[in-house]
């Protein structure tokens, strides 16, 4: 059985997610969005380097030996739990005026957020991925299409 508009009852109706966005969300978010990024890299190396040297310390340097590389670990963490927070944003991308949301407008959950944090930084393997940013009119790279969300400025 369908309904007025033509889908059955038990389907939603698909929803276009990249609606058109006013100029302004869209206004220097690739500049932002980089300066935001060296503003993380900097958070994550000293989180990384602090949770490094405590741990070290707690375990009377045995812990050296043993860690892994921390910065992946905090940056999936760092990514995913400010970005699905209240905030919608990681503090870079606060200080920068920007946030992260899901393409249909709704606030990115911790999956979506640390996946993309992950293909971002797999990403950085090959650079000329980036330039896709250029062509695409809603400015956003393929980490962020794969990922399903677009990076705005907050209103």
């Known amino acids: 059985m369908s309904n007025v508009n033509g889908w059955s009852a038990g389907a939603q109706p698909a929803v276009y ?3 058109p966005l ?3 969300a869209l206004q220097s978010v690739r500049r932002r969005r980089i300066a935001a990024l060296f503003l993380d890299l900097i958070l994550v190396t000293i989180l990384s380097v602090g949770i490094f ?3 070290g310390v707690l375990t009377l340097g ?4 043993i860690l892994p590389p921390l910065f992946p670990f905090v940056a999936f963490f760092y990514n995913g739990l400010t970005i699905s927070g209240g905030g919608m944003a990681t503090p870079g991308m ?3 005026d920007l946030e992260m949301r899901l393409v249909d407008g709704s606030p990115t959950p911790f999956l979506h957020a640390a996946v993309h944090a992950v293909l971002f930084y797999l990403s950085w393997m090959f650079p000329p991925i980036f330039l896709l940013s250029l062509l695409a009119a809603d400015k956003r790279c393929l980490h962020d ?3 399903g969300v677009i990076v705005l400025r907050r209103v």
């Open 62 to 65: 045995i812990a050296w030996l």
């Open 17 to 19: 997610p990249l609606a």
């Open 22 to 24: 006013p100029a302004s």
């Open 53 to 55: 040297l405590v741990l």
């Open 145 to 147: 299409m794969l990922a």
């Open 94 to 96: 606060k200080a920068m």
